[in-house]
């Protein structure tokens, strides 16, 4: 997991216990809680309503204790990172480059994930994996070796399992399979909404705390067989495709605004973010019309005390839209209504 490759960072930086490290302050939970079991010291900087670093109030919070700053490549699309990559090096000071929402990209045809002296992937965004992350060590700070274990036989099995469920004829069998076992002479309620259009669930939602028992596995069999046969370039480019669709259908609604006016030039996009102005947790109703819209309203950082006003626009007024490659023109029909619905204004929507 990328949480897991957090940690290590820390670790492989020579990062000492009780030095400091900014964090931007529109971030998950799960970012924070390895540098916590690190005993590093945790402090915001402010980020802008279009998830920009906010540079003036980086480089203020930036002190003799500060070992590292942490940039997010929110969403897929590259941050500013030359420029901090310039102000780490200035003040030096590391910088640990989470790109958990990125595929793959480039800026200047230098890759995302070699400007940072570590840097994160996270392949469940965006891989039908179970588990999984690869860290890279652009500047070790120490002599440290990452000593990694197998993970149990029963994890093995589950991943194994998850992994023969999500072979498209596979997955596709076993749920034809099961729905012939439970079908009964009558439809029952659930069979009747088993007829509607498709439900959009080919997103990867798991907010799972970060365990410290858990940080030295290793990636399972099945996910680094898996990750070896995906073929990036196509899913990349059916993302982008999904993002393309979804902004042109988007970009005029009233009530929202896309963060991003197109998808990256080259990498594939992990979610379609989009603003809604005035109504707060929009993405609450898209869910009840079956599209699993997130925000990262409940995973805000409990250590996230002081006031971040922009923060806390985008905590509650930024929703994360699926884009994910097995989507079709359906599922894309299905966001867009229910995007729609939830722009019009509060309701209680019944799922269709």
Known sequence: MARNSIYHAVRLLGIRPGQTVLLPAYVCETAVEPLIEARVKVEFYAMTRNCEIDYDDLTARITANTAAVLAVHYFGFPTTIEKLRALCDERGIALIEDCAHVLFDRIHDRPLGTFGDASMFSWRKFLPVFDGSTLRINNRGNDMNLDLHNVPLSIQARSTKHA??????????????????????????????????PQVDAYETNTDHFTLSNA????????????????????????????????????????????????????????FPLIFGEHHDAHKTIRKLGVPAVAWDGVRPSRLSQAFPDADFLYHHLVF???????????????????????????DPKPR
């Open 216 to 271: 030295d596995f290793a990636m399972t069999w099945a996910s680094r067989h898996s990750l070896g046969y995906s073929d990036f370039v196509a899913i990349a480019a059916a993302r982008r495709t999904n993002f393309a669709v979804l902004w042109s259908q988007l970009n005029n609604t009233s009530g929202v605004t896309p963060l991003h006016s197109k998808p990256p030039p080259e990498g594939g996009p992990w979610v």
């Open 321 to 347: 839209l699926p884009v994910h490659q097995s989507l079709d023109e359906v599922h894309l029909e299905r966001i867009v209504s229910a995007v729609e619905l939830a722009a019009s204004g509060p309701t």
């Open 164 to 197: 023969i469920a999500n072979v498209p004829v596979v997955g596709r069998t076993l749920r034809t399979l099961k729905r012939i076992l439970v079908r009964r002479a009558a439809p029952t309620a659930s069979e009747t909404a088993s007829a509607r259009p």
